[in-house]
């Protein structure tokens, strides 16, 4: 098994930034990848971000792209979502996820943390 915990979720204003972090422990060998989706009430989750866990691509929505930056830190086990200039759309609750392979869909992903929310206020 392997247990995701997600941190740096709140309220901020439009034009603002956070970062959310997902610490990853358990059987982490058995994930190569690692991803942000996001999800508001009656919709679907959506694809944020994705990287591999030791080196390799990264993948953004282009909804995201030049604001948010996904990261690792392989010490630490933790995957980062840097997340700037948000807007009030981006008002969500952010999941990590944990799969075999750099993948933008949601049922890729075998593991998944509880979520942690996100509100931008206008």
């Known amino acids: 098994q392997v247990q995701l915990v997600e941190s740096g979720g709140g309220l901020v204003q439009a034009g603002g930034s956070l970062r959310l972090s997902c610490a990853a422990s358990g059987r982490t060998v058995s994930t190569n990848a690692m991803g942000w989706f996001r999800q508001t009430p009656g919709k679907e989750r959506e694809f944020v971000a994705a990287?591999?866990?030791?080196?390799?691509?990264?993948e953004y929505a282009d909804s995201v792209k030049g604001r948010f930056t996904i990261s690792r830190d392989n010490a630490k086990n933790t995957v980062y979502l840097q997340m700037n200039s948000l807007k009030p759309e981006d008002t969500a609750v952010y999941l990590c996820?944990?799969?075999?392979?750099?993948?933008?869909?949601?049922?890729?992903?075998?593991?998944w943390g509880q979520g942690t929310q996100v509100t931008v206020s206008a």
């Open positions: 990287l591999y866990r030791h080196s390799g691509p990264t």
């Open positions: 996820a944990a799969g075999p392979f750099l993948a933008t869909s949601s049922s890729e992903y075998g593991y």
